[in-house]
């Protein structure tokens, strides 16, 4: 395994990291365990989870996830060995079910931290992130901003303050970004720097083959600002792994279960997979494992955030921190990106 070192902080992060969301819906309670089992083996040492998983997000579920870690770290006495990440949601419709509040003010991030802490059974989480901005931004496949008409979003400077406490305390080693914007990034590097508060050291934003919209303004960012990024959805809700090709819908899959992850069936996509899965037939390369090699190679990516419902799908994805990726193919797939950018953000 490789690690990677995350700049402003003491941490050193496997390249691949432990995506959490399908334990308590698609996964049970003991295959999470499993799969954590398995990881830490391979070196594994980032575990990335939030409040509200697993997803879809519903009152029968909520919480679950983090549970299930809990269950895990107090079986295997082995939290010590893991660098433990976890979420707070931001307002929205969809999760007015995972507590009463759900902005991002003192009140309400307290009192999620105190949840997580007890469901996780530890006393810190290593990395804190704002699961959403507390503010109308595109999220989850919408392309374009429409400013609000008014808005009562909490500011930026006072959530970062209640974070900066809860760091204090102990109870958060480090910060970090989700679903956030070039501007929202700066504006807490910002914030950080003229208040002398702790700063955001990572950014969880989707990223994959067929959504490289982190690359036009986040990545400068991540360079110029020693941030770093974990991409979550690297294969795209399972679509870089070829198992939809054709039409298909393999029973139990999530596209199968749930018609509305439709994120990443934009126009162009299922050519632009098409194309991607060529490059990988032509280089005898697995298609997921190629997906997932190139996001393992860019400058800004400190951990890659693989998922998986079964054992064998998580040893291929771990298995890419192996491929390295020929100049040659790294160009096949610069020229399919021209020709179909972004179809699905």
Same mark, same amino acid.
């Given at each position: 395994m490789e690690y990677r070192e995350i700049p402003h902080t003491?941490?050193?992060?496997?390249?691949?990291?432990?995506?959490?969301?399908?334990?308590?819906?698609?996964?049970?309670?003991?295959?999470?365990?499993?799969?954590?089992?398995?990881?830490?083996?391979?070196?594994?040492?980032?575990?990335?989870?939030?409040?509200?998983?697993?997803v879809p997000p519903r009152p029968e579920t909520c919480h679950e996830t983090e549970r299930i870690i809990g269950?895990?770290?107090?079986?295997?006495?082995?939290?010590?060995?893991?660098?433990?990440?976890?979420?707070?949601?931001?307002?929205?419709?969809?999760?007015?079910?995972?507590?009463?509040g759900t902005r991002h003010n003192r009140e309400h991030i307290t009192t999620a931290l105190e949840g997580s802490l007890r469901r996780l059974q530890t006393d810190r989480v290593d990395l804190y992130q704002l699961h959403w901005p507390d503010r109308p931004v595109p999220l989850f496949g919408?392309?374009?901003y429409s400013p609000p008409k008014?808005?009562?979003?909490?500011?930026?400077?006072?959530?970062?303050?209640?974070?900066a406490d809860l760091v204090e305390s102990g109870k958060i080693r480090y910060i970090g970004l989700s679903n956030e914007t070039p501007w929202g990034a700066m504006k807490f590097l910002a914030a950080a720097?003229?208040?002398?508060?702790?700063?955001?050291?990572?950014?969880?934003?989707?990223?994959?083959?067929?959504?490289?919209?982190?690359d036009s303004g986040l990545s400068e960012i991540c360079h110029e600002e020693g941030l770093r990024s974990l991409p979550y959805s690297p294969l795209a809700f399972g679509r870089l792994s070829g198992k939809y090709r054709g039409g298909a819908l393999p029973n139990g899959a999530r596209l199968t279960l749930w018609e509305r992850f439709a994120?990443?069936?934009?126009?162009? =996509?299922? *050519?632009? +997979?098409?194309?991607?899965?060529?490059? &990988?037939?032509?280089?005898g390369l697995d298609l997921a494992q190629? =997906?997932? *090699?190139? +996001?393992?190679?860019?400058?800004?990516? &400190?951990?890659?955030l693989i998922g998986a419902t079964t054992m064998e799908q998580l040893k291929s994805n771990i298995a890419s921190v192996d491929v390295e990726l020929p100049g040659e193919v790294r160009k096949a797939i610069d020229t399919v990106h021209h020709r179909y950018p972004n179809p699905c953000p």
């Open positions: 003491d941490l050193s992060v496997s390249l691949i990291g432990l995506g959490t969301m399908t334990w308590g819906e698609q996964n049970t309670e003991a295959e999470g365990h499993e799969q954590m089992d398995y990881a830490l083996e391979q070196g594994v040492n980032l575990f990335d989870t939030a409040e509200m998983y697993p269950t895990w770290f107090a079986d295997r006495g082995k939290r010590d060995e893991v660098i433990l990440a976890t979420k707070v949601v931001g307002p929205g419709p969809h999760v007015t079910h995972v507590r009463e919408t392309r374009d008014q808005s009562d979003s909490i500011p930026i400077e006072e959530t970062l303050q209640v974070l720097e003229t208040l002398g508060l702790p700063r955001m050291v990572t950014i969880q934003n989707s990223y994959n083959l067929l959504n490289r919209t982190f994120r990443y069936n934009g126009p162009n =996509s299922d *050519a632009a +997979i098409e194309e991607y899965a060529k490059i &990988a037939d032509e280089a190629m =997906s997932l *090699a190139w +996001i393992n190679q860019r400058h800004h990516v &400190a951990s890659n």
